[in-house]
Each structure stands twice: as structure tokens, then as C-alpha cells.
């Protein structure tokens, strides 16, 4: 179906139209309730919902009361982009850094899909913008392009960014030493050294070790709120003849938090390809909090749905302030 959103009053049918109870924020474990909640509001939207917000380039966006917003495009990725390093522009600060592009290396395949390389498109876009405020408006403001390297797949032989990265990176005039690396396996070393010494003391960190379908393997879970909330949050697990736990991707996530907040960053914004991600509803934020992380956090997932892309964005420890312009 093609959307074509052109006087205000139509929007209350275009939007059930195209929702067909699909469209829904993934984590409703946040308090939001679904399309398909039976709670409605006066135009028929979820009683949850707080506004529509407009902008030039997207059909509609969706703005929750806290954490986050839809970006819904006509399959038009160029203007998601432009219309995402805008909205997130305003967010910037004195120490931010800005990650985006991740992908897992099969067997030695540097192929990538097109949303990771939107990810990465968005990030260098960003931060380009960012330098040249800085430029402009003489703003001494740290802000850092990083990338996550899975070197893993890649086992003695040196990374290379893919040619469609290079790519990006020239076009936006941006030099390839700018990029700060992460690696997934020292941030794998330090987060089993994190696990190692909470679990020590299990009960003052939140931690609880149980048994997983598997006999030979326990699972570790960090509660992130109070135990008899059921807040939790699989972080790894380990064998029973292990000396060490194997920490899942979101604790790595939390790591990686931690450890950009000890060099002094105040808030980092992640924009990921939802499928590269082991942990698509953000919980690895709720394990930084848990663990002391006090950085604040916007977290972009690029998704695809009925053959539209979505971005989904959410924010924690910081209001987004979102564009409410109506198209002209």
C-alpha cells in the first residue's frame, strides 16, 4: 500500500490502514502498549500514545511519552538519514561518541546488508555535521566516530573497512584514522572479568545463577529492578566444568558503556542494523545502569517491516525533543 498523507484530517485512517496491528514498538516491556492494545484514545490510538509529530520528510512519526519515536519512510532511506542526523544534531554535547555500521564478518565475507551500511552512512553524515558546527561556531565540542569491529570471524587476519564504507567515508570527506575501534574480544575479556567479580558477591550485585535447558551450562542473570519485578536480563552463561562465564552480547554492550564513560564520555549514540544485534529491546542499557553506567544513551535500530524501512529510536536518560513542523 502507498501511503499518500496530504491533508491533516486523513492521517487518523491512513495510519489503522497501514498498522493492521504490525506496527507496535518492540519493547513493550517499557510501559508502552501496542497498536493491538484495547486502551484508545478519542482518534482510536493507543492510550500510551502522546502526539504525532511531523516532519518534511517523513510520512509520520510517533512520539511516545519517553523513550522513543518511529520514523516511518516511503522507502525513501537517503531522506531517513538526513531527516535522523537532524533530529539527533540538537542532542549533541561536550563528549559524545557516535557508532554505527556493525555487521557480522561470515567466514571471511565482508558483505553487507544495506542497513548496516545506512547505520554507518548515518553516523559519518552525523558527526561530519557536527564538525562543521564546530567549525563554524568556533564549539570546542569532543564527539567521536566509532566503529565495532566482530574480530572473532576475522582470527589473524587484519580488518578492512568494506569498500561501500570507504566509500562513505570519502564522500563525506572524513579520513579512516578518524574512526575509533572497538573490539568485540577485549570487550568479551572485560566483561567476564566484570561477571568474574560480581559473582563473588552475587546477591549484593543482583545476580542469579540458574539452571538452562542444557545440564551442562548454567545462566546468569543480572536483575536489573527489583527481584520480584521479574526484571532481568540474560547476561551469560557457563559450563559447569567452565572456570570462567561466556558473556552474551548485551553484557558486552553494557561493557562498552562502562568503559566509554571512564574515558569521559557523556552520551553515546548507537545506531545499529536490528539483525547484527543480539539484543534488539536495549536491555544492555538497563545492564549499564545496573552496574553503574550513568551515561546517557540514544539508541537507533534500523529495521525492515512489510517491505518499509523503520527506524526505531529510543533514549535513555535523556528527552528527545522531536520535530512537531507539519509538512507544507
Not at 123 to 131: F, Q, R
Not at 178 to 190: A, M, T
Not at 239 to 268: I, N, S
Request: net charge positive.
Amino acid at each position: 500500500m502507498n501511503l499518500k498523507i496530504s491533508e491533516k484530517e486523513n492521517i487518523y485512517e491512513d495510519w489503522k490502514q497501514f498498522n493492521a496491528g504490525c506496527l507496535i514498538h518492540p519493547c513493550t516491556s517499557r510501559g508502552y502498549r501496542g497498536y493491538n492494545s484495547p486502551v484508545r484514545d478519542e482518534q482510536g490510538f493507543p492510550a500510551r500514545t502522546s502526539e504525532i509529530c511531523w516532519d518534511s520528510n517523513a510520512r509520520f512519526c510517533i512520539s511516545y511519552l519517553k523513550n522513543g519515536i518511529w520514523i516511518v519512510e516511503n522507502n525513501n532511506l537517503e531522506n531517513s538519514i538526513e531527516t535522523l542526523t537532524k533530529e539527533l544534531l540538537p542532542h549533541i554535547v561536550d563528549g559524545t561518541i557516535i557508532e554505527g555500521g556493525n555487521f557480522k564478518i561470515r567466514e571471511g565475507n565482508y558483505k553487507t546488508h544495506y542497513l548496516s551500511t545506512a547505520t554507518f552512512k548515518t553516523a559519518v553524515t552525523l558527526y561530519k555535521k557536527v564538525k562543521n558546527e564546530n567549525r563554524k561556531f568556533k564549539l570546542k565540542r569532543r564527539v567521536t566516530l566509532a566503529f565495532m569491529i566482530d574480530d572473532f570471524s576475522i582470527k589473524g587476519v587484519e580488518f578492512k573497512l568494506p569498500d561501500e564504507y570507504v566509500r562513505v567515508l570519502e564522500q563525506q570527506g572524513i579520513n579512516q584514522q578518524e574512526i575509533f575501534y572497538f573490539k568485540e574480544s577485549n570487550l568479551k575479556n572485560r566483561s567476564r572479568n566484570t561477571l568474574i567479580r560480581l559473582l563473588t558477591k552475587p546477591d549484593d550485585a543482583g545476580i542469579t545463577v540458574e539452571k538452562e535447558y542444557s545440564t551442562d551450562h548454567d545462566a546468569i542473570f543480572l536483575h536489573y529492578g527489583a527481584k520480584s519485578s521479574g526484571k532481568k536480563a540474560l547476561v551469560a552463561t557457563v559450563h559447569k566444568e567452565a572456570l570462567a562465564p561466556t558473556p552474551f552480547g548485551r553484557m558486552l554492550l553494557a561493557q562498552k558503556l562502562l568503559d566509554v564513560e571512564k574515558k569521559g564520555y557523556k552520551l553515546a549514540i548507537n545506531l545499529m542494523h536490528e539483525d547484527s544485534y543480539e539484543d534488539k529491546t536495549g536491555q544492555f542499557v538497563d545492564v549499564c545502569s545496573k552496574l553503574g553506567g550513568k551515561i546517557k544513551v540514544i539508541n537507533a535500530y534500523f529495521k525492515e517491516l512489510d517491505s518499509r524501512v523503520i527506524i526505531d529510536v529510543t533514549s535513555h536518560k535523556i528527552r528527545l525533543r522531536i520535530n512537531k513542523k507539519a509538512p507544507h
